[in-house]
């Protein structure tokens, strides 16, 4: 169907916090194939949706020469089918008098994923919501499935979430709770790294969340020889020039987070020594972060940030969802 199929009343919208840049999220796809799993995007959006009196528009692609099932659950082949399972979803979304809208592109397509990030483009969305599986965790996922490729070809900021339902979820059939306490924003000191904080100074502001701003300096044994020869050749001198980077990072970082408190958003800053991608994951953990956000560079994924190993590795140990802000050329 080309038209969308609206349901519930649109709440209205509250103000954007003051000092947050970035525009806020008010129209959200939400991507669905009829299976439990991919419904884990489900709280997430309802808990946006209501911080920013958003739009949620649920989206079945039907795929050409589809598999019979998927998760183990039947897979919507049918135009009829799937506007009757996204009628359904959209009843329980709308019963909070949320606006959401349902839509099935009904000519079959071979790439879920370009049709996606093209409906992103089509309908105007600040947000795509995106379910992660399998046992390689959000890595997995990212760089070898749909959600990869959808990230690779949007413009569109994409929330990436773990799989998976808790049992207050799975009553309400809404997908796992969101309701972070606390957001971290890995940070290289690039300019691209920073276009991660308006977004998510605006998150934090609306879900009523710290924002922390989190710098890895690396160590002697963690920098490879060869961008730091005086690691190996000099190893007092580079641990040297190492504690006046973290020193640097410090007071780089908390220049950010004064301003961010200055525009009355609760902000941290912190400094950590060793590899990237173990000190951010186990960062994340010790504070229990709700949501990871960052800046990725056009369709190169993450590499504006990090090398993809470091990335890979980071989403790999990280539980949080993780929403990629693209930052395009």
Request: hydrophobic share 50%; with cysteine.
């Amino acid at each position: 169907m080309d038209d969308d199929r609206a349901s519930g009343g649109k709440p209205a919208a509250p103000p954007e916090p003051r000092g947050t840049a970035a525009a806020p999220f008010r129209r959200l796809l939400v991507p669905l194939d009829g299976s439990r799993l991919a419904e884990a995007v489900l709280g997430p959006a309802a808990r946006l949706a209501d911080a920013y009196g958003a739009t949620i528009v649920l989206l079945h692609v039907i795929e050409r020469n589809a598999a019979p099932q998927v998760h183990g659950e039947p897979h919507l082949t049918a135009t009829a089918e799937s506007e009757a399972y996204l009628a359904g979803v959209a009843a329980r979304l709308s019963s909070a008098g949320r606006d959401v809208r349902s839509h099935t592109h009904d000519v079959p397509v071979g790439d879920v994923a370009r049709s996606i990030a093209a409906h992103a483009e089509e309908h105007g969305v600040d947000l795509t919501l995106l379910c992660t599986h399998g046992e390689g965790g959000l890595a997995e996922a990212l760089w070898g499935s749909i959600a990869q490729q959808v990230v690779q070809r949007s413009t569109r900021p994409v929330l990436l979430v773990r799989a998976g339902l808790g049992p207050r979820a799975a009553a309400a059939g809404a997908g796992p709770d969101f309701a972070p306490e606390s957001i971290m924003v890995p940070l290289d000191g690039t300019a691209v790294a920073e276009s991660a904080i308006p977004p998510a100074a605006s998150l934090a502001a609306r879900l009523g969340a710290e924002l922390r701003l989190v710098l890895v300096v690396g160590t002697v044994a963690t920098i490879p020889a060869g961008e730091m020869p005086a690691a190996t050749f000099l190893p007092r001198a580079a641990r040297e020039l190492l504690d006046a980077e973290e020193r640097q990072a410090a007071g780089y970082l908390e220049g950010l987070a004064s301003g961010l408190r200055a525009a009355a958003i609760p902000a941290a800053a912190e400094v950590r020594r060793g590899d990237a991608a173990t000190e951010l994951a186990s960062d994340a953990a010790e504070h229990a972060d709700g949501l990871v956000v960052i800046a990725t560079h056009g369709r190169a994924g993450l590499q504006a940030v990090w090398n993809r190993s470091v990335a890979d590795r980071l989403l790999r140990r990280t539980a949080a969802p993780v929403l990629l802000v693209p930052i395009v050329e």
